[in-house]
């Protein structure tokens, strides 16, 4: 018994050798009909059994199926072992992953769009609405409710596409304050995005057709700290947390007191020389704000002894180019694919 | 308007660097656009012609001898050809720095030089508004003094921005003040005494009737004794430093006197106004008046005018008549000191086309107190020159008293967010020239004369605001009461070009002012639009004359000047004529010009991805499905037109462009383009689930051949009809035209897909169902069905 017990160990230590050598599936199999197959040598000891007496040999049938067994699961064990080997050399082959991507067929958001989405989705956090409005005016919401009378000096600074004596392309966004304190009751808080038109000859800075946000908050409780405040926080959401906002004393019939808003310019601050972007100033010209007017307040129906609030009126365009740092602001009515696709 | 710094440090102390003035200026409202640097000039000193000889070798020099007040004269040679003995003139001494040169002892023609006669330029002052060679210094100036001290020529020039409501800081005195007020520090404010006195020459008094209620207030005075001649260096210097020519003394007064106070002049020459009436009135039909820039202006009905009983003399408020203008033998003068209505002085100006530096102070509206002002700072520079003044005629209002205004604290902290009390507040509004009575926390205020912009409560609380600093206002965000305003709009248009750009369009942004090119492409393609269209009335330019009807026009320009195949889309504004004055319409166009495909003609690949994208978009912005429908609309393909229909309302349009529109736009390959107004857009409805059955489904396609007018759209409809609820889908996937189905027809391959919600559903019963569809679609479009 014990000298079957040795044969059956040294066997399958030997099997266990040969399959853990073979390099590959024929190797293996080989093996396998060595010691596995038909005239293999598990096949000689078990002949042998007839050898012993009557009363061993069940028992020994069973040790040598059992290692048969263990045998067979060596075997399982290589050849997935030697599956895997075959199918790693398979993976290694490399690609070059430097290889120029395939462009998905996206298209783009215009630049505009995006600068002013995330300027109004500042407000919009902050329970503001958002409001679209005519483009083409009566002079009523271009200036009369705005505290502009027909003879006053400032109607000049617009200089307005007219279509008729009474009736023009809206110079600025600010007749969006009317349209809403008439349709709405207070409290007030809108953004209205939106084109204005003025007569202002193309060139690199300057386009005759441009894109404004106006805001307005009106309420009771509304102070000029407000103002710096909601502006400030803007500038840093747009251009980074450092950025320092500066509000200058300034005129607008419809506000008082009055501020033009003035940031950081990020080009100079970045690069630490003047810039032309800026002039050379360090400040970018955001535009103008202000309390609204008590005139104003009184013409759509509001008391200016209870309610106060701030408007403002920003540039599009500038914030755009500041932004992206482009050279001509007639690039993004130009839309070139390439401009379009890098600002992506 | 260009300030001097020097002229400004006549009336208040300022820190030494202009930078720190520009800034306080600029956080005080008045904008500083420039800094005009003066260059580094030294050692320049008043000196005296003592003597002056021939250059012994060369004929065009001259030698002179200049006492500069330190003893011993200077021999200095030049060859400038205005010196004369006695001449008060300007001199670099040996080491002086000029703009240009270092001055070094040096020979000319032999001759030791000791330093150099300076002419304008050198001084880097307008050579052509100064003599022709050596600038020319008053008699009596102390020799020695020093030029660059003396005339304030080291101080910068600052150009400043001065807001339109505030025409009395268009001037240096103006300015001055805000600065002191600002600073804190006292203003010198000139003298307003008038020092004419005495009665005119019997006979000879200025009178002046005001026809026209837009002249408020006109102060006349008379002067004799005047010469006509060159004013002193020291204003002519001021003047050009502050940007105006020098012309005469009386011209320079008149200028100065603006300059300083705001207030614009005029001087008549006495002898040239009949009776020495002026009469201020309407300039009447055909009137002309020659000007004194030498034009001859045909008045205009706007115009309005100062005139005696024979003639017109001025252009109120604009501008001098040439006839009645100050000449060199003049000796007697009439000045006038007006206040005009700011709006009539605009008007005018627009409808003649001009503009000079008092009408833009004019039109402003400036406050009437400042005739006496202007007019008392012309009299006392006139009497300097050695003019007799009389005693000033004012006509007109003499009221002059600002309302009063209630301020309370609760005003400023309301509006600014500070707690000032009343004390702070009144030293503030005191130090711009205000009265004020304080009583508890109420401020009695009433502005200052010059002031006509502070009218209210607000308007003196953005005063308190900019002495405190707009920095000083601490920025606190506010808490947004909630409302009920809606965003939908923008929500749409952004919901759409979002879709639109994951659909593969770029958004591009056209003007909405066009030119006749857009039109004439269409003109040329024998189209006419069917919108009137809207002009602008004051174009700058011929390609802004028109308001776009349409968005296609340029978009079809976009991709023709792009040149290859091209996705893109533009939300914007359309305008038309209506019976209303205008319409104006929200909308959304987008396409695409593609490679012509290889296909046969009743087949359009990129029709119908157009249509998908359309679908989708549709689906996405209102949770709703669309059905297509054949249309014909003016400049596109007759053939591959559509609309969309959501119960029954168009929601969009699409199609392939006319080809012969395509071409007049230069593509020269298929587009498509479908619009969308946002009015039409149906509100978005949140689309409802349908749990799928639990049961399998199964499906059968069909080959039904049908005449060729027989649209896919209705074939689905007749098969979804005859299937009924056990109908979960109809496709029809394909479609076949050629001998095999004969002419006339066509083949549609069709899918339908059953399935029942509480069994699965058999072959028998799918059969049944089929037959019930081969029956529909033989009775309602005579099909028959191809094996
Ligand atoms: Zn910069």
């Known amino acids: ?344 | 308007m260009r300030v001097p710094i020097s002229w400004l440090r006549q009336y208040v102390d300022l820190p030494e660097d202009a930078d720190t003035i520009a800034d306080r200026l600029a956080m005080l409202g008045f904008p500083v656009e420039d800094i005009v640097r003066r260059p580094l000039v030294t050692g320049v000193v008043v000196g005296k012609i003592v003597a002056l000889e021939k250059h012994p070798n060369a004929d065009r020099l001259q030698v002179g001898k200049i006492d500069v007040g330190s003893g011993t004269p200077l021999t200095i040679a030049t060859a400038a050809t205005n010196v004369a003995l006695n001449q008060t003139i300007p001199v670099a001494t040996i080491g002086a720095q000029l703009p240009a040169i270092k001055i070094e002892r040096r020979k000319m023609r032999g001759v030791e030089s000791e330093g150099m006669m300076v002419s304008a330029d050198e001084l880097a002052l307008p050579p052509d508004w100064f003599e022709d060679g050596i600038m020319q210094l008053d008699e009596g100036t102390p020799l020695g003094t020093n030029v660059v001290e003396l005339f304030g020529l080291a101080d910068d020039v600052l150009d400043v921005e001065v807001t339109s409501n505030r025409v009395d800081a268009m001037s240096i005195l103006g300015l001055a003040r805000e600065l002191a007020a600002s600073y804190g520090v006292p203003l010198r404010a000139p003298s307003f005494d008038n020092p004419g006195t005495g009665e005119d020459p019997a006979g000879t008094a200025p009178s002046v009737t005001l026809e026209t209620a837009d002249c408020t207030r006109f102060v006349a005075q008379q002067f004799d004794s005047v010469r006509v001649g060159p004013a002193p260096a020291w204003m002519r210097i001021r003047l050009a430093l502050a940007g105006q020519r020098p012309i005469n003394n009386l011209v320079d007064v008149s200028n100065y006197v603006m300059l300083e106070t705001a207030q614009p002049l005029h001087f008549y020459d006495a002898s040239r106004v009949s009776g020495r009436h002026f009469i201020v009135r309407d300039a009447r039909p055909d009137e002309t008046l020659h000007t004194l820039d030498g034009e001859d202006r045909k008045l205009t009905p706007q115009s309005f005018v100062i005139a005696d009983g024979d003639k017109v003399l001025a252009l109120a408020g604009l501008m001098g008549g040439a006839q009645s203008e100050v000449r060199p033998e003049t000796t007697a003068i009439v000045l006038e000191s007006a206040n005009f209505n700011g709006a009539r002085v605009r008007r005018m100006a627009m409808s003649l086309a001009m503009r000079t530096e008092a009408s833009s102070r004019h039109e402003k509206t400036l406050a009437p107190a400042l005739t006496d002002m202007g007019a008392a700072r012309a009299a006392q520079l006139l009497v300097q020159l050695g003019a007799h003044a009389y005693r000033p005629h004012p006509f007109g209002s003499n009221v002059f008293d600002a309302d009063v205004i209630t301020l309370t604290v609760r005003d400023v902290r309301r509006l600014l967010g500070l707690q000032l009390d009343a004390d702070r507040m009144s030293a503030h509004l005191r130090a711009l020239g205000c009265n004020v009575v304080t009583a508890a926390d109420v401020l009695t205020v009433t502005p200052p004369l010059w002031r006509r912009d502070l009218t209210m409560a607000a308007d003196l609380v953005e005063e308190i605001a900019r002495m405190e600093g707009y920095d000083e206002i601490e920025a606190i965000e506010p808490s947004v009461p909630s409302h009920e305003i809606s965003s939908g709009q923008y929500l749409l248009e952004n919901r759409m070009a979002d879709t639109l750009a994951a659909l593969g369009y770029h958004e591009i942004a056209n003007y909405a002012l066009q030119g006749v090119d857009m039109q004439r492409p269409l003109e040329q393609s024998g189209i006419t639009p069917s919108h009137k269209i809207v002009e602008i009335r004051n174009p700058l330019s011929e390609d802004q004359r028109y308001l776009r009807w349409a968005l296609g026009p340029a978009m079809l320009r976009y991709l023709g000047r792009i040149g290859a195949p091209m996705r893109v889309f533009e939300i914007g504004h359309v305008f038309s004529l209506d019976e209303r004055p205008i319409v104006e319409e929200a909308v959304l166009a987008f396409g695409f010009s593609a490679p012509r495909l290889d296909e046969p003609a009743w087949r359009d690949s990129h029709f119908l991805r157009l249509k998908g994208d359309a679908e989708a978009l549709i689906r996405a912005v209102c949770g709703v499905e669309v059905t297509a429908a054949r249309d014909v609309r003016t400049g596109y393909h007759p053939g591959k037109t559509a609309v969309l229909l959501h119960d029954g309302r168009e929601v969009a349009t699409l199609g392939q462009i006319d080809p012969r529109v395509a071409r007049a736009f230069d593509i020269d390959m298929p587009v498509y383009l479908s619009n969308i107004y946002l009015d039409n857009v149906p509100l978005y409805r949140i689309p409802r689930y349908r749990p799928p059955s639990k049961f399998p489904s199964t499906y059968r396609d069909l080959a039904v051949v049908v005449d060729l007018d027989v649209a896919a759209e209705r074939i689905r409809e007749i098969v979804q009809r005859a299937i009924g609820e056990l109908c979960t889908g109809v496709r029809v996937f394909d479609e076949y035209r050629g001998p095999q189905v004969g002419e006339g027809r066509k083949s549609l391959a069709v899918r339908a897909t059953i399935q029942r919600s509480d069994a699965t559903i058999t072959d028998a019963e799918a059969d049944q169902v089929m037959k019930r569809v081969l029956e529909a679609l033989q009775r309602d479009v005579g099909a028959s069905i191809r094996e």
């Open chain 1, 1 to 344: 018994m014990s000298d079957l017990a040795n044969s059956l160990s040294d066997l399958e230590r030997r099997f266990a050798g040969a399959a853990a050598h073979a390099a590959d599936t024929r190797e293996l199999d080989a093996a396998r009909v060595a010691f596995l197959g038909r005239s293999g040598e598990v096949t000689l000891l078990r002949r042998s059994i007839g050898q012993l007496p009557a009363s061993e040999r069940p028992d020994a049938g069973k040790v040598i199926n059992a290692a048969v067994e263990r045998m067979e699961s060596v075997f399982e064990r290589e050849s997935a072992r030697i599956a895997n080997l075959a199918f790693e050399a398979e993976l290694s082959r490399e690609i070059d992953v430097t290889f120029p991507s395939i462009e998905p067929a996206a298209g783009t958001i215009h630049p505009i769009r995006r600068v002013l989405r995330d300027a109004c989705a500042y407000f919009e956090r902050r329970g503001f609405a958002v409001v679209l409005g005519p483009e083409v005016e009566p002079d009523y919401y271009n200036f009369d409710a705005l505290n502009i009378p027909p003879t006053h000096p400032a109607r000049e600074g617009f200089d307005s596409f007219f279509i008729t004596d009474t009736l023009l392309l809206r110079p600025h966004t600010s007749p969006m304050q009317i349209r809403t304190m008439q349709q709405h009751a207070p409290p007030i808080a809108v953004v209205a995005p939106g084109r204005c038109y003025r007569r202002d000859a193309v060139d690199a800075r300057h386009l005759f057709q441009f894109n404004q946000v106006e805001g307005l908050l009106v309420a009771e409780g509304i102070h000029f700290g407000h103002l710096k405040g909601m502006l400030t926080g803007l500038c840093r959401e747009l251009f980074g947390s450092d950025q320092r906002v500066r509000f200058r004393p300034s005129f607008f019939p419809f506000t008082e007191p009055s501020a033009e808003v003035d940031t950081t310019c990020p080009k100079c601050k970045a690069s630490g020389e003047p810039c032309n972007m800026c002039g050379g100033s360090g400040w970018i010209e955001l535009g103008g704000s202000g309390m609204v007017h008590p005139n104003v307040l009184r013409e759509v129906g509001y008391d200016p002894d209870v309610y106060t609030g701030w408007a403002f009126g920003f540039g599009i365009e500038r914030l755009g180019l500041t932004r992206y740092d482009i050279d001509d602001i007639r690039r993004f009515v130009d839309s070139d694919p390439d401009f379009l696709k890098q600002l992506a």
